[in-house]
């Protein structure tokens, strides 16, 4: 740990998660990084072993020790249970074991004490029911045209995965730029309170997670979240044809304002490429945003805004645009014989919905076939949101269906599918075979399902096993 810096001292850390020092064989006094998993220790790491659903992770402290960790969380009840034991191997490893409460909300507060330490930075926050994986790529593609910038790598978006994103800030970064996301109720307030942006964008409210809130007033409430710790510079950035824009617009603190083709300051319009993406007219130039789709126009229009705001010229808003490209499994398009749409890392009903919009009005000389696999986490709206997809499928010119995943096949025996030659499947080597058999030069192919369905694992049967990623998780 010599060679790395250290983050946070034993003391600060102690005071910042409302935690008891038990024992403290720590020579540097310090951790230089941050791990959840014992895999990803490395010399010098705080651990924080979490409870999941199927494991504990407090089983993994001597693992996490023996690998170099030298600061390690416990909560009471593990400490009445296993303390001594944990103060021996701490000796043994030169570690320190601090006792908290709840090791997820030690993770949190810690989280939040350390990005305090950098109050000149600016904090960007993201979220949004789809689309805010991608924004935060152009976002950041645009910033770092002007400033050093921070993001989270992925989609490390969660009540875990942004904590342990912020402590990858230095001090030589200008801005940073975090997506929220969310899995429970809750869960933006808690992450928001960790960052406390003072700018933040809401991309969209749509249906995703509605299994898991019920209804999307509460999807709405939970990400409106993202403002609450605003002061009264807080600025935050709306679309402005949402259903909820009103509703989202009503907050204590700081201001807001939209985007869009009507709001986004300097857009007088845009030419649709298909999948070639957009020409954006904007103050008098013309930006290539290489993306497909009018959603992805919209969350260029969300980024020009935030921009434009933040004091970023046009010309650095168009450079930072134009290097944008395709994350894998959102809209990414891989060129060959056959044309594919890899859209496979998520969907709910609505992304879904203005991608089939897409793909229908794509003028297209050969077949247009699509891979529909199911939506997940929508609860007792699933069978219905299904059958409206399909619904919507069985009209857009398409040649042949492909329905994937017991929800997306269930559904599909509920539509009249005229002249469209459907084809349904539970198993994915049978699926690919099918693909296989019936994809031919010249084809516009369509994939998309929820991340759970890993429909990238058709790849290989399209003879684009290495441009699609196929080992991505």
């Given at each position: 740990m010599a060679d790395t810096p250290i983050l946070m001292t034993i003391p600060q850390l102690v005071d910042a998660v409302h935690g008891m020092c038990i024992c403290n064989f720590n020579h540097e006094n310090g951790f230089s990084s941050v791990a959840t998993d014992s895999r990803n220790v490395l010399p010098g790491s705080l651990f924080v072993p979490l409870l999941g659903e199927f494991q504990d992770g407090h089983s993994f402290i001597p693992k996490a020790l023996e690998a170099g960790a030298t600061i390690v969380f416990v909560d009471q009840a593990h400490r009445d249970g296993s303390g001594s034991l944990y103060s021996v191997l701490a000796k043994r490893y030169d570690a320190a074991i601090i006792l908290v409460e709840n090791t997820l909300r030690a993770l949190q507060n810690a989280a939040q004490k350390y990005v305090s330490f950098f109050p000149e930075l600016v904090k960007i926050g993201i979220t949004g029911s789809s689309g805010k994986t991608t924004t935060k790529e152009i976002v950041g593609s645009v910033f770092s045209e002007k400033y050093s910038v921070i993001m989270n790598e992925g989609n490390l978006n969660s009540e875990t995965g942004l904590p342990l994103s912020v402590f990858r800030i230095r001090k030589e970064h200008e801005v940073g730029i975090f997506e929220l996301g969310m899995n429970r109720k809750g869960e933006i307030s808690e992450i928001a309170h960790v960052l406390?942006?003072?700018?933040?964008?809401?991309?969209?409210?749509?249906?995703?997670?509605?299994?898991?809130?019920?209804?999307?007033?509460?999807?709405?409430?939970?990400?409106?979240?993202?403002?609450?710790?605003?002061?009264?510079?807080?600025?935050?950035?709306?679309?402005?044809?949402?259903?909820?824009?009103?509703?989202?617009?009503?907050?204590?603190?700081?201001?807001?304002?939209?985007?869009?083709?009507?709001?986004?300051?300097?857009?007088?319009?845009?030419?649709?490429?298909?999948?070639?993406?957009?020409?954006?007219?904007?103050?008098?130039?013309?930006?290539?945003?290489?993306?497909?789709?009018?959603?992805?126009?919209?969350?260029?229009?969300?980024?020009?805004?935030?921009?434009?705001?933040?004091?970023?010229?046009?010309m650095e808003i168009k450079a930072g645009i134009e290097k944008v490209k395709p994350l894998f499994g959102r809209a990414e398009v891989i060129k060959g014989d056959a044309t594919i749409i890899l859209d496979c890392y998520n969907a709910n009903p609505d992304s879904m919905e203005s991608a089939l919009g897409f793909c229908s009005d794509l003028e297209w000389e050969g077949n247009k076939i699509f891979v529909l696999g199911s939506m997940l986490e929508l609860g007792a709206e699933s069978l219905k949101a299904h059958e409206r997809i399909c619904r919507i499928a069985s009209k857009s010119g398409v040649n042949h269906v492909f329905l994937f995943g017991d929800e997306m096949v269930a559904a599909g025996y509920l539509v009249d599918w005229n002249n469209v030659l459907v084809h349904s499947f539970i198993d994915i080597d049978k699926l690919s075979l099918a693909l296989a058999q019936t994809v031919r030069s010249g084809d516009l192919v369509f994939i998309k399902g929820s991340r759970g369905m890993a429909l990238e694992r058709v790849c290989p049967a399209l003879n684009i096993r290495e441009k699609c990623g196929v080992n991505h998780g």
């Open positions: 406390s942006p003072s700018l933040a964008l809401i991309t969209n409210i749509g249906t995703a997670h509605i299994g898991i809130l019920g209804t999307q007033r509460a999807i709405a409430e939970e990400k409106k979240c993202i403002f609450e710790n605003f002061s009264d510079t807080g600025v935050g950035f709306i679309p402005e044809n949402d259903v909820w824009t009103d509703f989202l617009s009503g907050i204590p603190r700081g201001s807001v304002r939209f985007f869009g083709p009507e709001s986004t300051e300097g857009y007088t319009g845009y030419t649709n490429l298909g999948i070639d993406g957009s020409l954006i007219n904007y103050n008098g130039i013309t930006i290539h945003l290489s993306l497909p789709g009018r959603y992805n126009l919209m969350n260029a229009l969300g980024v020009i805004s935030l921009a434009g705001y933040a004091g970023l010229k046009p």
